[in-house]
């Protein structure tokens, strides 16, 4: 038995589950909504794909996406003396052309060190970024020196667990992406199209806007025993007031995605239309706002698992084995599961 366990606390070894590489989703579905869609009734299973999804929601339903973009935000970088540098922003410190960043490697990366984009590698290039500040975690302030640098040369940054090359960076990017803000997409809105919003409309279903600016610390595994010592990340969100009218008026309030959770469920329990929210949503939560919810299968002991269990219970455990039993693809570029808050 665990220390946490022992304690009468919410153990993190309760969100352990055996999730095998093949499972792990390398290549967008194509089309979007072509995605599988695994659907928990409360007592059976149902296997449809996402371009169900009108079908199986109810008139007068109110669908939310985060309509964030991701940012051009990894830069792969030179020093002076041709060691490779990867730089990851996070976010903008406030401060004109400063962000706080992952540096790799970073050990040897002192302040004032002045990073170049080549397009040669073994030859000279041009100032691209400099490290300001020393941060703890590993993270550095830095400048960019280049007023266009994230739109002249960076990358949109791809989870690490995603090894194949994506074609088409904009299938890292929801179809309704509006505010470039995020270092990682809100990856159940992955799957959406026109054709289902279309759907969404032929069947009286409205859709409204949210933005959450999501940051890395969203896939960050729970390291302690316990759930409940977990550091949670803050994020930015961003709500219209005739938006949470709109949303606090609803029938039933279907989210997509855990990231519109987070803004939503931050919004009711603030107050604040706009903040930085650390909500952390676990077993014994006071839900507020949402109904149901479309997210993706995730990773082992993290946040999001704990937030679904926290939606629906310990049934997790048998739809994740039922998902990987029925060959479902998890992760960012995987597949779906539709489900009703029991909670």
């Not at 220390?3 to 290549?27: N, R, V």
């Not at 999804?53 to 792969?76: E, I, K, W, Y």
């Not at 859709?207 to 010592?229: K, M, N, Q, Y």
Request: charged residues 25%; proline residues 6%; glycine residues 8%.
């Amino acid at each position: 038995m665990t220390e946490a366990a022992s304690k009468g606390e919410l153990a993190a070894s309760e969100f352990d589950y055996d999730l095998p590489e093949s499972a792990i989703g390398q290549i967008p579905a194509e089309p979007r909504d072509a995605a599988r869609l695994l659907v928990d009734n409360g007592d059976a299973f149902s296997d449809h794909t996402v371009a169900d999804l009108p079908g199986l929601l109810q008139p007068g339903d109110l669908v939310v996406v985060n309509d964030t973009r991701v940012l051009s935000a990894r830069f792969h970088l030179f020093k002076a003396t041709g060691g490779a540098v990867e730089v990851l922003l996070l976010e903008p410190t406030g401060e004109h052309r400063r962000w706080r960043a992952l540096v790799r490697p970073g050990k040897r990366l002192r302040v004032g060190t002045v990073l170049e984009h080549r397009t040669v590698a073994d030859e000279p290039g041009t100032p691209a970024i400099e490290i300001v500040d020393q941060l703890d975690d590993g993270r550095r302030v830095v400048d960019l020196l280049v007023d266009d640098l994230l739109d002249s040369v960076g990358e949109v940054p791809l989870p690490p667990y995603i090894t194949a090359p994506l074609a088409d960076p904009e299938r890292y990017q929801t179809v309704y992406a509006d505010e470039p803000g995020s270092v990682a997409a809100p990856t159940a809105g992955l799957h959406l199209t026109d054709d289902v919003f279309s759907g969404f409309a032929a069947r009286g279903i409205d859709v409204a806007r949210v933005e959450l600016r999501v940051g890395l610390g969203t896939f960050r595994p729970i390291s302690t025993d316990s759930v409940l010592d977990h550091d949670m990340h803050h994020e930015r969100y961003r709500i219209e007031p005739e938006v949470w009218e709109q949303i606090c008026a609803a029938k039933r309030v279907v989210a997509i995605g855990t990231t519109t959770v987070r803004t939503l469920e931050s919004a009711a329990a603030s107050g604040q239309l706009e903040g930085d929210t650390n909500l952390f949503i676990h077993r014994g939560f006071e839900w507020q706002v949402v109904d149901a919810l479309l997210t993706n299968f995730h990773v082992p002991r993290s946040s999001l698992l704990v937030m679904i269990d926290a939606l629906i219970g310990p049934r997790w455990r048998e739809i994740y084995e039922h998902a990987l039993a029925a060959d479902y693809r998890f992760l960012s570029f995987g597949d779906a599961m539709l489900l009703e808050r029991t909670r």
